[in-house]
């Protein structure tokens, strides 16, 4: 069986003058100064060819549904989609009405009058029922609508009752929006059979939160380049110093567990750094891989950095996950932005760049429209590589009993 997506003839059949209950991951970043602000708008752009697709159909209405941060199954109103549905009302050009809550008695009403033809229900985390993937909760989501459409990427790895559940109730009427479509695209490209070199960049802070996808790498990759804090577990687990650097004794323990895999020699691993007596203060440059005394590691040194770019510049393949240091502070964001510069150069290679802090750095070096694709979905992202396939995905694909 295949993912149905919008652009098939048969959802344009199907939806023609009906309602398409469409699920969206409008889980947006908000301007922590300012609650209502949303910080990055890009999962409610990347919505709106799917949302103009569905109307182009000839839909009556759409009602659109999403979670929206983590308010533990109660209404707080902190959490509320009401910056969503106004940002979304902007980029549309059309009004969206926004619900009370997701099981209203209003929406009934609603649904019958001509006016609203955008409904957007209010957060659906306000019901513990959503998380708890409740076969009644979904059914009553599904009540809304003829048809379904699975457009929220960024959430596929969570088994909730619009993501999981629903598709109980849409037998042969539950197809993947345009967003769905491009992200498992790009992520079989690299999950099945990438063009070779392929070549990985992990970094971030911890080796526990990407052990699984480390492991999953290490058999289809040639290299893999390790960079940021997890780098330094890895150096002390070979004997190295690492100094005062964040480096807990589960990392070390989990990197000894990677290094004595066969794939070993795939790892590269920093062979010098920069680093700081205080967190985010005065730069050092260490020369070698050791790192001495109370200094702490902070980025990746000049050597390694044209040592990574050597990898990727005959790459044909590059799965991109995580910063190469403390890339916020811009005496430590070399690495970070050499390898996004170094990406962004590549003529014939896929690139694919994964997980919110690589994507914040791509973002942030104006390179992100030279990459072949910036995945909307960090856990998401990392689970579909891991295992090929989401819960969102599968259910969407095959159903539910
Ligand atoms: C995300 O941003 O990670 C997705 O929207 C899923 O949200 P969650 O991590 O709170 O489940
Ligand atoms: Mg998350």
Known sequence: MALKFITEESFKTLAKDKKVLARFDFNVPMDKKDGAVIADTTRIDEAIPT???????????????SHFGRPKGKVDMQYSLEPVAKCLAEKLGMEVTLTETALDRGIKTLLGLNESKIILLQNLRFHPEEEGNDREFARQLSTYGDVFVFDAFGAAHRKHASTYEINAFFKNKAYGGLLLKREVESLDRIVKDPKKPFVAV????????????????LISVDKLLIGGAMAYPFLKAQGHTVGKSLCSDEDVTLAKRILGMPSKNKIVLPSDHLCSLTFGGEPVDVGQTNIEGDLIGLDIGPSTIVN??????NAKTVLWNGPMGLFENKAYAKGTLGIAKTLSELKDAFTLVGGGDSVNAVNQSGLASKMSHISTGGGASLEYIENGTLPGIQALKFGID
């Not at 000839?58 to 009602?63: D, E, H, T, Y």
């Open 202 to 217: 992990v970094g971030g802070a911890k080796v526990s939160d990407k052990i699984k996808i480390i492991e999953a790498l």
């Open 308 to 313: 990574y770019n050597d990898y990727l510049r």
């Open 51 to 65: 949302i103009k697709a569905i109307l182009e159909a000839g839909a009556k209405k759409v009602i659109l549904m």
